[in-house]
């Protein structure tokens, strides 16, 4: 049974820095399109970091430069290191896998994911 576990949330202050980690079982992180999103209150789920097959990442415009996704293989985890915070990135952030077909090209910030983990708060507060 293919499931997720995020861990590494918290209480951090502006402009801190947090490592999410998202712990893969039943599956292989690395044959399968990988990516981190949130949702803040009252606001619909965003995608901001995602890793395909290959090892390509993509950004959201909002988190360029700031936030990076990693994967490693032999730990069968993928990490989001979150540099510089900002209060209004206060959320529940997930991680999810696609395990469907992998398309060559697609955008996987937009991939239909298939996956999810239950997700870990982060509060960016003073």
């Known amino acids: 049974q293919a499931q997720l576990v995020e861990s590494g949330g918290g209480f951090v202050q502006p402009g801190g820095s947090l490592r999410l980690a998202c712990a893969a079982s039943?599956?292989?992180?690395?044959?399968?399109?990988t990516g981190w999103f949130r949702q803040a209150p009252g606001k619909g789920r965003e995608g901001i970091s995602c890793?395909?097959?290959?090892?390509?990442?993509r950004d959201a415009d909002s988190v360029k430069g700031r936030f990076a996704i990693s994967r490693d293989k032999d730990k069968n985890m993928v990490y989001l290191q979150m540099n510089s915070l900002k209060p209004a990135e206060t959320a529940v952030y997930y991680c999810?896998?696609?395990?469907?077909?992998?398309?060559?090209?697609?955008?996987?910030?937009?991939?239909?994911?298939?996956?999810w983990g239950q997700g870990t708060l982060v509060t960016v507060s003073s």
């Open positions: 039943g599956f292989t992180f690395g044959y399968y399109a």
């Open positions: 890793i395909t097959t290959d090892g390509n990442t």
């Open positions: 999810a896998t696609d395990l469907g077909p992998q398309l060559l090209g697609a955008n996987c910030l937009t991939t239909n994911y298939t996956t």
